[in-house]
């Protein structure tokens, strides 16, 4: 054999080699195999369970309700283009009822959680009954994790969830940042609630900054429009100042009753999502007086009409 047949002996071979390593890499990726670091998959989860359950739990409707979840991670695979996340979830139901927090609804259960792209596509759960084993054996097919689900042991709780979160409710001096700041940045939006006309409005931002609205869309008389207010003029400013001070200082509305005769000196509401308080305070607030000086801003005055043309 000469050196030219060597040559293009041992390049077939590579060849060969090659499309061997590339034909198990294929069917590989085939099987479904263990992955680390994805806990983004099951913050993904947790956050469809909640909206799930804001959107289709009657009980949602129900004085101060909030969704609670802990979860037990089991373990997240890759199956071929698809991720799976493997996970036990007890979701919890509250309420007030006089004052204190009451159970509402809930489970425990498994659940499997499928992805593409960081997406769920799909959602499974094992059958009830006697059907229950067969079904979990079909959902996780490593033996492992099968046995893990079949054999688990619920040792998780949420009591330390809901005894903090209807704490803050209760009591507003116990509220921190975080927990009133909403998906924007936003902390709380405070007006003079005594105004005989539309008040000047202030947004305050977990950023140091604020926005004092002044003007705002209005129709001449006589003329139909839209009853929405709408700001249409904003000044905006830094401040640096502890402002969650005046939310720790002021009541929680929520059982209060107003009339035209005992109207709050000030506003205030913040809140994420759909959950929405509503504050009120006074001018004893020294908090609230020494922000307003700091940034020199007079809540006691009237926006200015914008008419349109």
């Not at 041992?10 to 080699?17: M, T």
């Not at 590989?28 to 369970?49: C, F, G, H, M, P």
């Not at 994420?272 to 609230?288: C, H, P, R």
Request: aromatic share 14%.
């Amino acid at each position: 054999m000469d050196k030219k047949e060597k040559i293009i002996g041992i390049c077939a071979l590579l060849v060969l080699v090659i499309a061997i390593i590339i034909s198990i890499a294929v069917d590989r990726s085939k099987d479904e195999y263990y992955i680390t670091d994805n806990d983004r998959l099951y913050e993904l989860a947790v956050e469809y369970l909640t909206n799930a359950d804001y959107q289709h739990n009657p009980d949602a409707e129900k004085n101060y309700y909030h969704f609670f979840i802990s979860y037990d991670g089991l373990g997240t695979t890759q199956e071929g283009k698809q991720k799976h996340a493997y996970m036990w979830v007890l979701g919890e139901g509250y309420y007030l009822e006089k004052g204190k927090p009451k159970s509402a609804s809930g489970y425990s259960m498994f659940y499997k959680f499928n992805f593409e792209d960081e997406k769920i596509i799909s959602v499974e759960n094992p059958e009830d009954g006697s059907f229950y084993t067969d079904s979990v054996k079909k959902l996780a097919k490593d033996k492992k994790m099968a046995d893990k689900i079949l054999n688990y042991e619920l040792k998780m709780n949420n009591e330390s969830k809901v005894k903090e979160y209807y704490d803050k409710i209760l009591d507003p001096s116990k509220l921190e940042k975080k927990d009133i700041k909403d998906d924007n940045g936003l902390l709380f939006n405070i007006a003079w609630g005594k105004a005989k006309c539309t008040p000047v409005s202030l947004n305050v931002y977990a950023d140091g900054k604020y926005e004092l609205y002044t003007a705002y869309e209005a129709i001449k008389p006589n003329e139909v429009g839209n009853a929405i207010l709408k700001y249409t003029t904003k000044e905006v400013g830094n401040y640096d100042y502890d402002v969650i001070n005046i939310i720790k200082n002021s009541k929680n509305a929520d059982k209060m009753t107003f009339t035209n005769k005992n109207l709050p000196e000030y506003e205030i509401y913040f809140g994420k999502n759909e959950y929405v308080y509503m504050m009120i305070t006074d001018g004893n607030n020294k908090a609230l007086k020494e922000f307003l000086t700091s940034i020199n801003v007079n809540l006691h005055t009237c926006a200015t009409p914008e008419y349109a043309d």
